[in-house]
């Protein structure tokens, strides 16, 4: 029975109450110069504590991707300790972008590292890879499902290599994308007002990487923009109980408009997920709250909120 202290249910009162909107905080060597710092640890200490600043009291979920904490070594891995902690202190919702997967027994040690509230790296939610079967996550959903956090589980990712795999049929019939959203849902079951395992789905699939793009697929396949967009796209989503985590907005290209496009009558477990455009108008804490409030109203206008 889900409570304020599941995760669907806290994720679903603090988008209605902030909006939305994740903000992604990943130290990039190329915006630390950007933002005249060096790229080293100061320079991602500064950078990261700034977008806590500007953002974590404003935004519903804060977004920090691993691998940028993980090249500091074990000063960055304490750096990302005080994002965490500073931006849950902030009253965000933290997601960990670590993507993790792996046999059972090794994803029970990643879920006690993630979602154990006694472990110093404990967020509201991680990022998991199902490729090694939707199964040997099973620790993962029951140690979330004990504490009360979340998982987004990768069924169409933002890259475009994932296509290949993910929209790949199994012998059902399915796309292998369908299958893992099918499976993570049946673990949601009616839960109200969501459940609390979620997917990620990039806002960029099925867009064709430009007007020219468009216009050769059109000219040497002769299907049209839309057609290819619908064909890629193919995903139903109808059923799906659960929140939607939505990375390729701002730098990859995913607009706001692109919601309703991938995920139809789910638009409104819509989570998008913006980082280096965040980013962007720093150092400046000012610079960054305008532009996080801009995105806030494009996405809520999209999601017709
Ligand atoms: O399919 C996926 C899954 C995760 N990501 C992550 O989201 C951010 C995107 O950063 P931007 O700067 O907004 O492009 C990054 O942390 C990725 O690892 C994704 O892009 N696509």
Not at 59 to 80: D, H, M, N, T, W
Not at 263 to 276: D, E, H, M, Q, V
Request: hydrophobic letters at 40%; a negative charge; charged letters at 20%.
């Amino acid at each position: 029975m889900p409570t304020n202290k599941d995760f669907g249910s806290r994720a679903h009162h603090l988008s209605q109450v902030r909006g939305p909107l994740c903000a992604g905080i990943d130290p990039h060597g190329a915006l630390l110069q950007h933002w005249g710092l060096d790229d080293d640890l100061a320079g991602a200490e500064r950078f990261a504590m700034t977008l806590v600043e500007a953002a974590a009291e404003s935004c519903a979920f804060i977004k920090p991707q691993s691998a940028f904490y993980e090249r500091f070594g074990s000063g960055g891995i304490a750096l990302l300790e005080r994002v965490i902690a500073e931006s849950r202190r902030a009253g965000a919702l933290v997601i960990l972008d670590v993507k993790r997967g792996d046999i059972g027994s090794t994803m029970a040690a990643y879920a006690q590292a993630y979602l154990d509230p006694a472990s110093p790296l404990a967020v509201d939610a991680i990022t998991v890879s199902p490729f090694l079967g939707t199964g040997s996550l099973q620790p993962a959903f029951d140690l979330a499902g004990a504490h009360g956090k979340g998982l987004f589980v990768l069924a169409r990712t933002s890259n475009p290599e994932g296509k290949q795999v993910q929209m790949a049929k199994r012998r059902d019939g399915k796309s292998v994308a369908q299958g893992i959203i099918d499976e993570v849902n049946e673990q949601n079951g009616d839960a109200e007002p969501m459940g609390s395992f979620g997917i990620v789905m990039g806002a960029t699939i099925g867009a064709c990487a430009s007007e020219g793009e468009a216009r050769l697929r059109e000219s040497t396949y002769g299907i049209t923009h839309t057609t290819v967009r619908q064909r890629d796209t193919a995903h139903d989503l109808s059923q799906f109980n659960g929140p939607i985590l939505v990375p390729g907005m701002g730098a990859q290209g995913g607009r706001p408009s692109d919601l309703p496009r991938v995920l139809g009558a789910a638009t409104n477990f819509a989570i998008p997920s913006y980082s280096r455009q965040i980013a962007q108008p720093g150092p400046a804490v000012a610079s960054i709250r305008t532009a996080v409030e801009a995105l806030q109203e494009e996405c809520r206008a999209a999601m017709g909120e």
